[in-house]
C-alpha cells in the first residue's frame, strides 16, 4: 500500500514538473514571438521611410508600392504586438507605441500627398516625420528591453548583434537616402539623438564582429560570407558619403544586407547555435 503511494505522489509531482517545463517553454516561445514583432516593426518602418525619400524626388508608382508594402508589413507586426496573449507589455505600454505608430502613418500619408498633387515634398513635414520615426524606434527600442527582462526570454548574443545590426542597417538606408535626394538632403538630421553616418557605420562593423564570431557551418557559413562581402563592398560609401556614389547600388546591397541578416537570424535559431 505504502509503495503504492510512494509511485502515485512520484506520478504526480513528474507530472507537475512536466506541466512547469511546458509553461515555461511555451513562456519562452510567447517571449521571442512577441520580441521578434517588434524587432519587424521597426524595419518596416525605416524601409518604408527610405522608399519615402526615393519617392520624393521621383513621384513613381513603383517606389509609392515600396512604401505601401512596408507599412503594411509594419502594421501587422504591431497588430501581432498588440494581439499578443503573452502578457509580455501592459495595455497602455502597447497603446503609446501604436499612437507613435499612427502619427508616423499620418504624417507619411500627408507627406505622399504633397508629392503626389504638387509635385515636391513640403520640407517641413518630412522634417517631422523623420523626426517621429527616430522617437517611435525609441519607444520600440524601450520596449523590446522591457519585454526581454519582463519575461526573462534567453535570446543569444549573436541574435540579438544580428538584430541590433538590422535596425542600423536599415536607419542608415534611410539616412542614406535622404541625403541622395537633393529636395529632402537637410532632413533627418536635425535631432540631437541622431547619429552621424558615419559612426553608425562603424557600429555596424562592430555588430557584424559579434553576429560571424563562432563557428558557422553549411548555409550559415554561406550566408556569413556573403553577409560580410555585400557590407565590405559598399562599407567605404557610408563611412564616406559623396554625391558620386551610385544610391540605387548602396539601396539594393543593403536590402541584400538585411535580408542575410533575417537568414541569419533564422538559422541561428533553428541550429540553436548562438551563444
Not at 11 to 27: C, G, M, P, Q, Y
Not at 139 to 162: C, D, H, W
Amino acid at each position: 500500500m505504502t509503495d503504492a503511494r510512494l509511485r502515485v505522489r512520484s506520478l504526480v509531482t513528474a507530472l507537475i514538473l512536466l506541466l512547469i517545463a511546458s509553461l515555461n517553454v511555451r513562456a519562452q516561445e510567447g517571449g521571442d514571438d512577441f520580441l521578434s514583432d517588434l524587432h519587424s516593426f521597426r524595419i518596416s518602418n525605416y524601409m518604408a521611410l527610405d522608399a519615402y525619400y526615393r519617392f520624393s524626388a521621383t513621384g513613381d508608382t513603383e517606389t509609392l508600392n515600396e512604401i505601401v508594402a512596408a507599412i503594411n508589413e509594419a502594421n501587422g507586426a504591431m497588430n501581432s504586438v498588440a494581439d499578443s496573449t503573452a502578457g509580455v507589455l501592459s495595455a497602455e505600454q502597447v497603446d503609446s507605441l501604436n499612437r507613435e505608430f499612427d502619427r508616423f502613418k499620418d504624417l507619411m500619408r500627408s507627406n505622399i500627398n504633397d508629392v503626389r498633387n504638387t509635385g515636391y515634398p513640403d520640407l517641413r513635414l518630412v522634417s517631422d516625420m523623420a523626426n517621429q520615426a527616430l522617437l517611435m524606434n525609441q519607444v520600440a527600442t524601450e520596449m523590446y528591453i522591457l519585454a526581454q527582462e519582463s519575461t526573462e526570454t534567453e535570446i543569444g548574443s549573436r541574435v540579438e548583434a544580428a538584430r541590433s545590426a538590422a535596425v542600423t542597417i536599415a536607419q542608415m538606408m534611410a539616412k542614406y537616402s535622404a541625403r541622395t535626394n537633393s529636395s529632402v538632403a537637410q532632413t533627418f538630421q536635425g535631432s540631437s539623438d541622431d547619429v552621424a553616418l558615419d559612426e553608425q557605420a562603424r557600429l555596424f562593423d562592430d555588430l557584424l564582429s559579434q553576429v560571424t564570431e563562432g563557428n558557422a557551418q553549411g548555409q550559415l557559413e554561406k550566408t556569413l560570407n556573403d553577409l560580410t562581402s555585400k557590407w565590405e563592398f559598399i562599407r567605404a560609401s557610408y563611412i564616406n558619403y559623396n554625391d558620386n556614389n551610385v544610391a540605387f547600388v548602396i539601396d539594393r546591397y543593403s536590402k541584400g544586407i538585411l535580408a542575410s541578416l533575417a537568414t541569419t537570424i533564422d538559422l541561428l535559431q533553428q541550429n540553436n547555435t548562438n551563444t
